[in-house]
C-alpha cells in the first residue's frame, strides 16, 4: 500500500543545473506622468458608475464603471510598453472614453427612469434632467470621438514631421 502512495519518478539529479526562464530584473521607477494618466482615466468613470448605481440601485453601473476602469488601465499599459508618443496614447484613451460613454448612454435608456427617479430622490438640490438623458452621454460620447479624432490627426502630423518622443 505504501508503494502505491509513493511517486514512481525518479529523484532529480542535484549536478543537473535548473534553468531560470529569465533571470529577475530589479525594480525600476514607472515613467514620469504614468501615475497622473492612469488616475485621470480611472477614476472618473468609477466614481460616475458608483454614484449611478447609489441612485439607480442597479449593479450594472458599477459593473460599467469597473471595466471602463481596467479597460483604460489596460490600454495604457500597452501604449506605455510600446513607447507610444503623449497624442497617440490620448488619442487611444479618448477612443476608450467615448466607447464607454456610448455604453453608459446605452444602460441610461435602458435604467433612464429609475436613474431619474433616484436622482431627483437624493440629490434633489442639484437636479439636472440632462444628466439622466441618454442623448447627453451619446453627445458627450460623440465629443469624445471628435478629440480622439483631432488627437490622432496631431500625432500623425507629428510622426511624420519627427516631433518629440514625449
Not at 476602469?69 to 513607447?83: E, F, I, P, V, Y
Not at 438640490?125 to 444628466?131: D, K, S, T
Not at 496631431?154 to 518622443?165: F, H
Given at each position: 500500500m ?6 514512481e519518478?525518479p ?17 525600476s521607477?514607472?515613467?514620469?506622468g504614468?501615475?497622473a ?9 468609477l ?11 442597479r449593479?450594472?453601473?458599477?459593473g460599467w464603471?469597473a471595466?471602463a ?10 501604449a506605455w510598453q ?5 497624442p ?6 479618448l477612443?476608450?472614453?467615448?466607447l ?14 429609475i436613474?431619474d ?8 438640490p442639484?437636479y ?14 460623440a465629443?469624445?470621438a ?14 511624420r514631421?519627427?516631433?518629440a518622443?514625449?
Amino acid at each position: 500500500m505504501a508503494a502505491v502512495l509513493r511517486s514512481e519518478r525518479p529523484a532529480p539529479d542535484p549536478a543537473t543545473p535548473v534553468a531560470d526562464p529569465e533571470p529577475a530584473r530589479p525594480w525600476s521607477a514607472a515613467p514620469r506622468g504614468w501615475y497622473a494618466s492612469l488616475a485621470a482615466g480611472v477614476f472618473p468613470p468609477l466614481v460616475l458608475g458608483f454614484v449611478a448605481s447609489a441612485l439607480a440601485n442597479r449593479l450594472a453601473f458599477v459593473g460599467w464603471g469597473a471595466v471602463a476602469a481596467l479597460g483604460h488601465a489596460l490600454l495604457l499599459r500597452a501604449a506605455w510598453q510600446r513607447g507610444w508618443r503623449v497624442p497617440a496614447r490620448a488619442a487611444l484613451t479618448l477612443a476608450w472614453a467615448a466607447l464607454t460613454l456610448l455604453s453608459f448612454a446605452s444602460l441610461v435608456a435602458r435604467h433612464g427612469e429609475i436613474l431619474d427617479l433616484g436622482y431627483r430622490a437624493l440629490l434633489w438640490p442639484v437636479y439636472q434632467p440632462v444628466l439622466t438623458a441618454p442623448r447627453a452621454w451619446s453627445s458627450a460620447a460623440a465629443l469624445l470621438a471628435a478629440a480622439a479624432a483631432a488627437v490622432t490627426l496631431l500625432a500623425r502630423s507629428r510622426a511624420r514631421g519627427g516631433g518629440a518622443r514625449r
